[in-house]
C-alpha cells in the first residue's frame, strides 16, 4: 500500500494531509452534533415542567448545566424574563448569532477540503500525463516501459486518492450542513416557545 502510494508523487502529500483533516472534522463533528442531541433532549424534558411552573431560576440552573447552543439561547431569554417581549427577543436573537460558529464550526474547511482535494487529483493526473507524454516522445513510440509505467501510476493513483478523500468529504459536509440546519431550526422553535410561554404568563 505504502508503495502504491509513493507511486502518487510529490501530490500525495498535500492529498494525504487533506485526508487527516478531514478525518478529524468529521470524527470531531459526529461526536459534537451527537453529544449537543443528547444533552439537548434531556434539557428540554427538565424545562418544559419547570417553565410551565414558572420556575425561572431553577429553569436557567438547567441551562447552564446543558451547556448547548439552544441552552445558551434559553437561559439568555431566561435572564431577560422581567424585561419586555422585543427586548427578550433581542437578546434572544443577538445570543443565537453567538452560537452559530460553534454549531457550524469546521464545516466550511470540510467543503473546501472537498473540493481541493478533488482538484490536486486532477492536477496528478495532468502531470503525470506530461510525464509519459514526455517519455514517449523522447524515446521513440515506446520510449522507455518503466518510466512510462510509472507516469501513468501517478496519474491514476492521485486521481484515486483525489477521489477517496473527497467523496466522504462531501457526503458528510452536506450531512452536517442538513444537521446543523435542523438544530438552528429547533433552537428558533424552542425559542419562541419560551418567549411565548414567559410572555404570556405576563399577560395572564
Not at 451527537?34 to 411552573?53: H, V, W
Not at 448547548?68 to 424574563?81: C, D, E, Y
Amino acid at each position: 500500500m505504502i508503495e502504491v502510494l509513493k507511486s502518487g508523487g510529490i501530490l500525495m502529500i498535500p492529498i494525504i494531509i487533506c485526508g487527516v483533516i478531514a478525518t478529524f472534522i468529521i470524527i470531531e463533528r459526529i461526536i459534537y452534533y451527537s453529544g449537543i442531541s443528547r444533552t439537548d433532549k434531556r434539557m428540554y424534558a427538565q424545562l418544559n415542567p419547570l417553565l410551565e411552573k414558572r420556575y425561572f431560576e431553577e429553569a436557567l440552573a438547567v441551562c447552564r448545566t446543558a451547556d448547548t447552543p439552544a441552552s445558551n439561547v434559553i437561559g439568555k431569554i431566561l435572564q431577560f424574563h422581567d424585561c419586555s417581549e422585543e427586548d427578550i427577543k433581542d437578546a434572544a436573537a443577538t445570543e443565537a448569532n453567538r452560537q452559530l460558529p460553534d454549531i457550524d464550526r469546521y464545516l466550511t474547511t470540510l467543503g473546501t477540503i472537498a473540493n481541493i482535494s478533488t482538484l490536486l487529483g486532477l492536477l496528478g493526473t495532468v502531470t503525470g500525463n506530461i510525464k509519459a507524454f514526455g517519455v514517449l516522445g523522447a524515446g521513440g513510440s515506446m520510449g522507455n516501459p518503466a518510466v512510462l509505467a510509472g507516469s501513468i501510476a501517478e496519474a491514476l493513483v492521485t486521481t484515486a486518492s483525489g477521489l477517496v478523500v473527497s467523496i466522504p468529504s462531501v457526503i458528510f459536509h452536506n450531512f452536517f450542513v442538513a444537521r446543523s440546519e435542523r438544530i438552528i431550526g429547533e433552537i428558533e422553535s424552542c425559542a419562541t416557545d419560551t418567549v411565548l410561554t414567559i410572555c404570556g404568563g405576563k399577560r395572564v
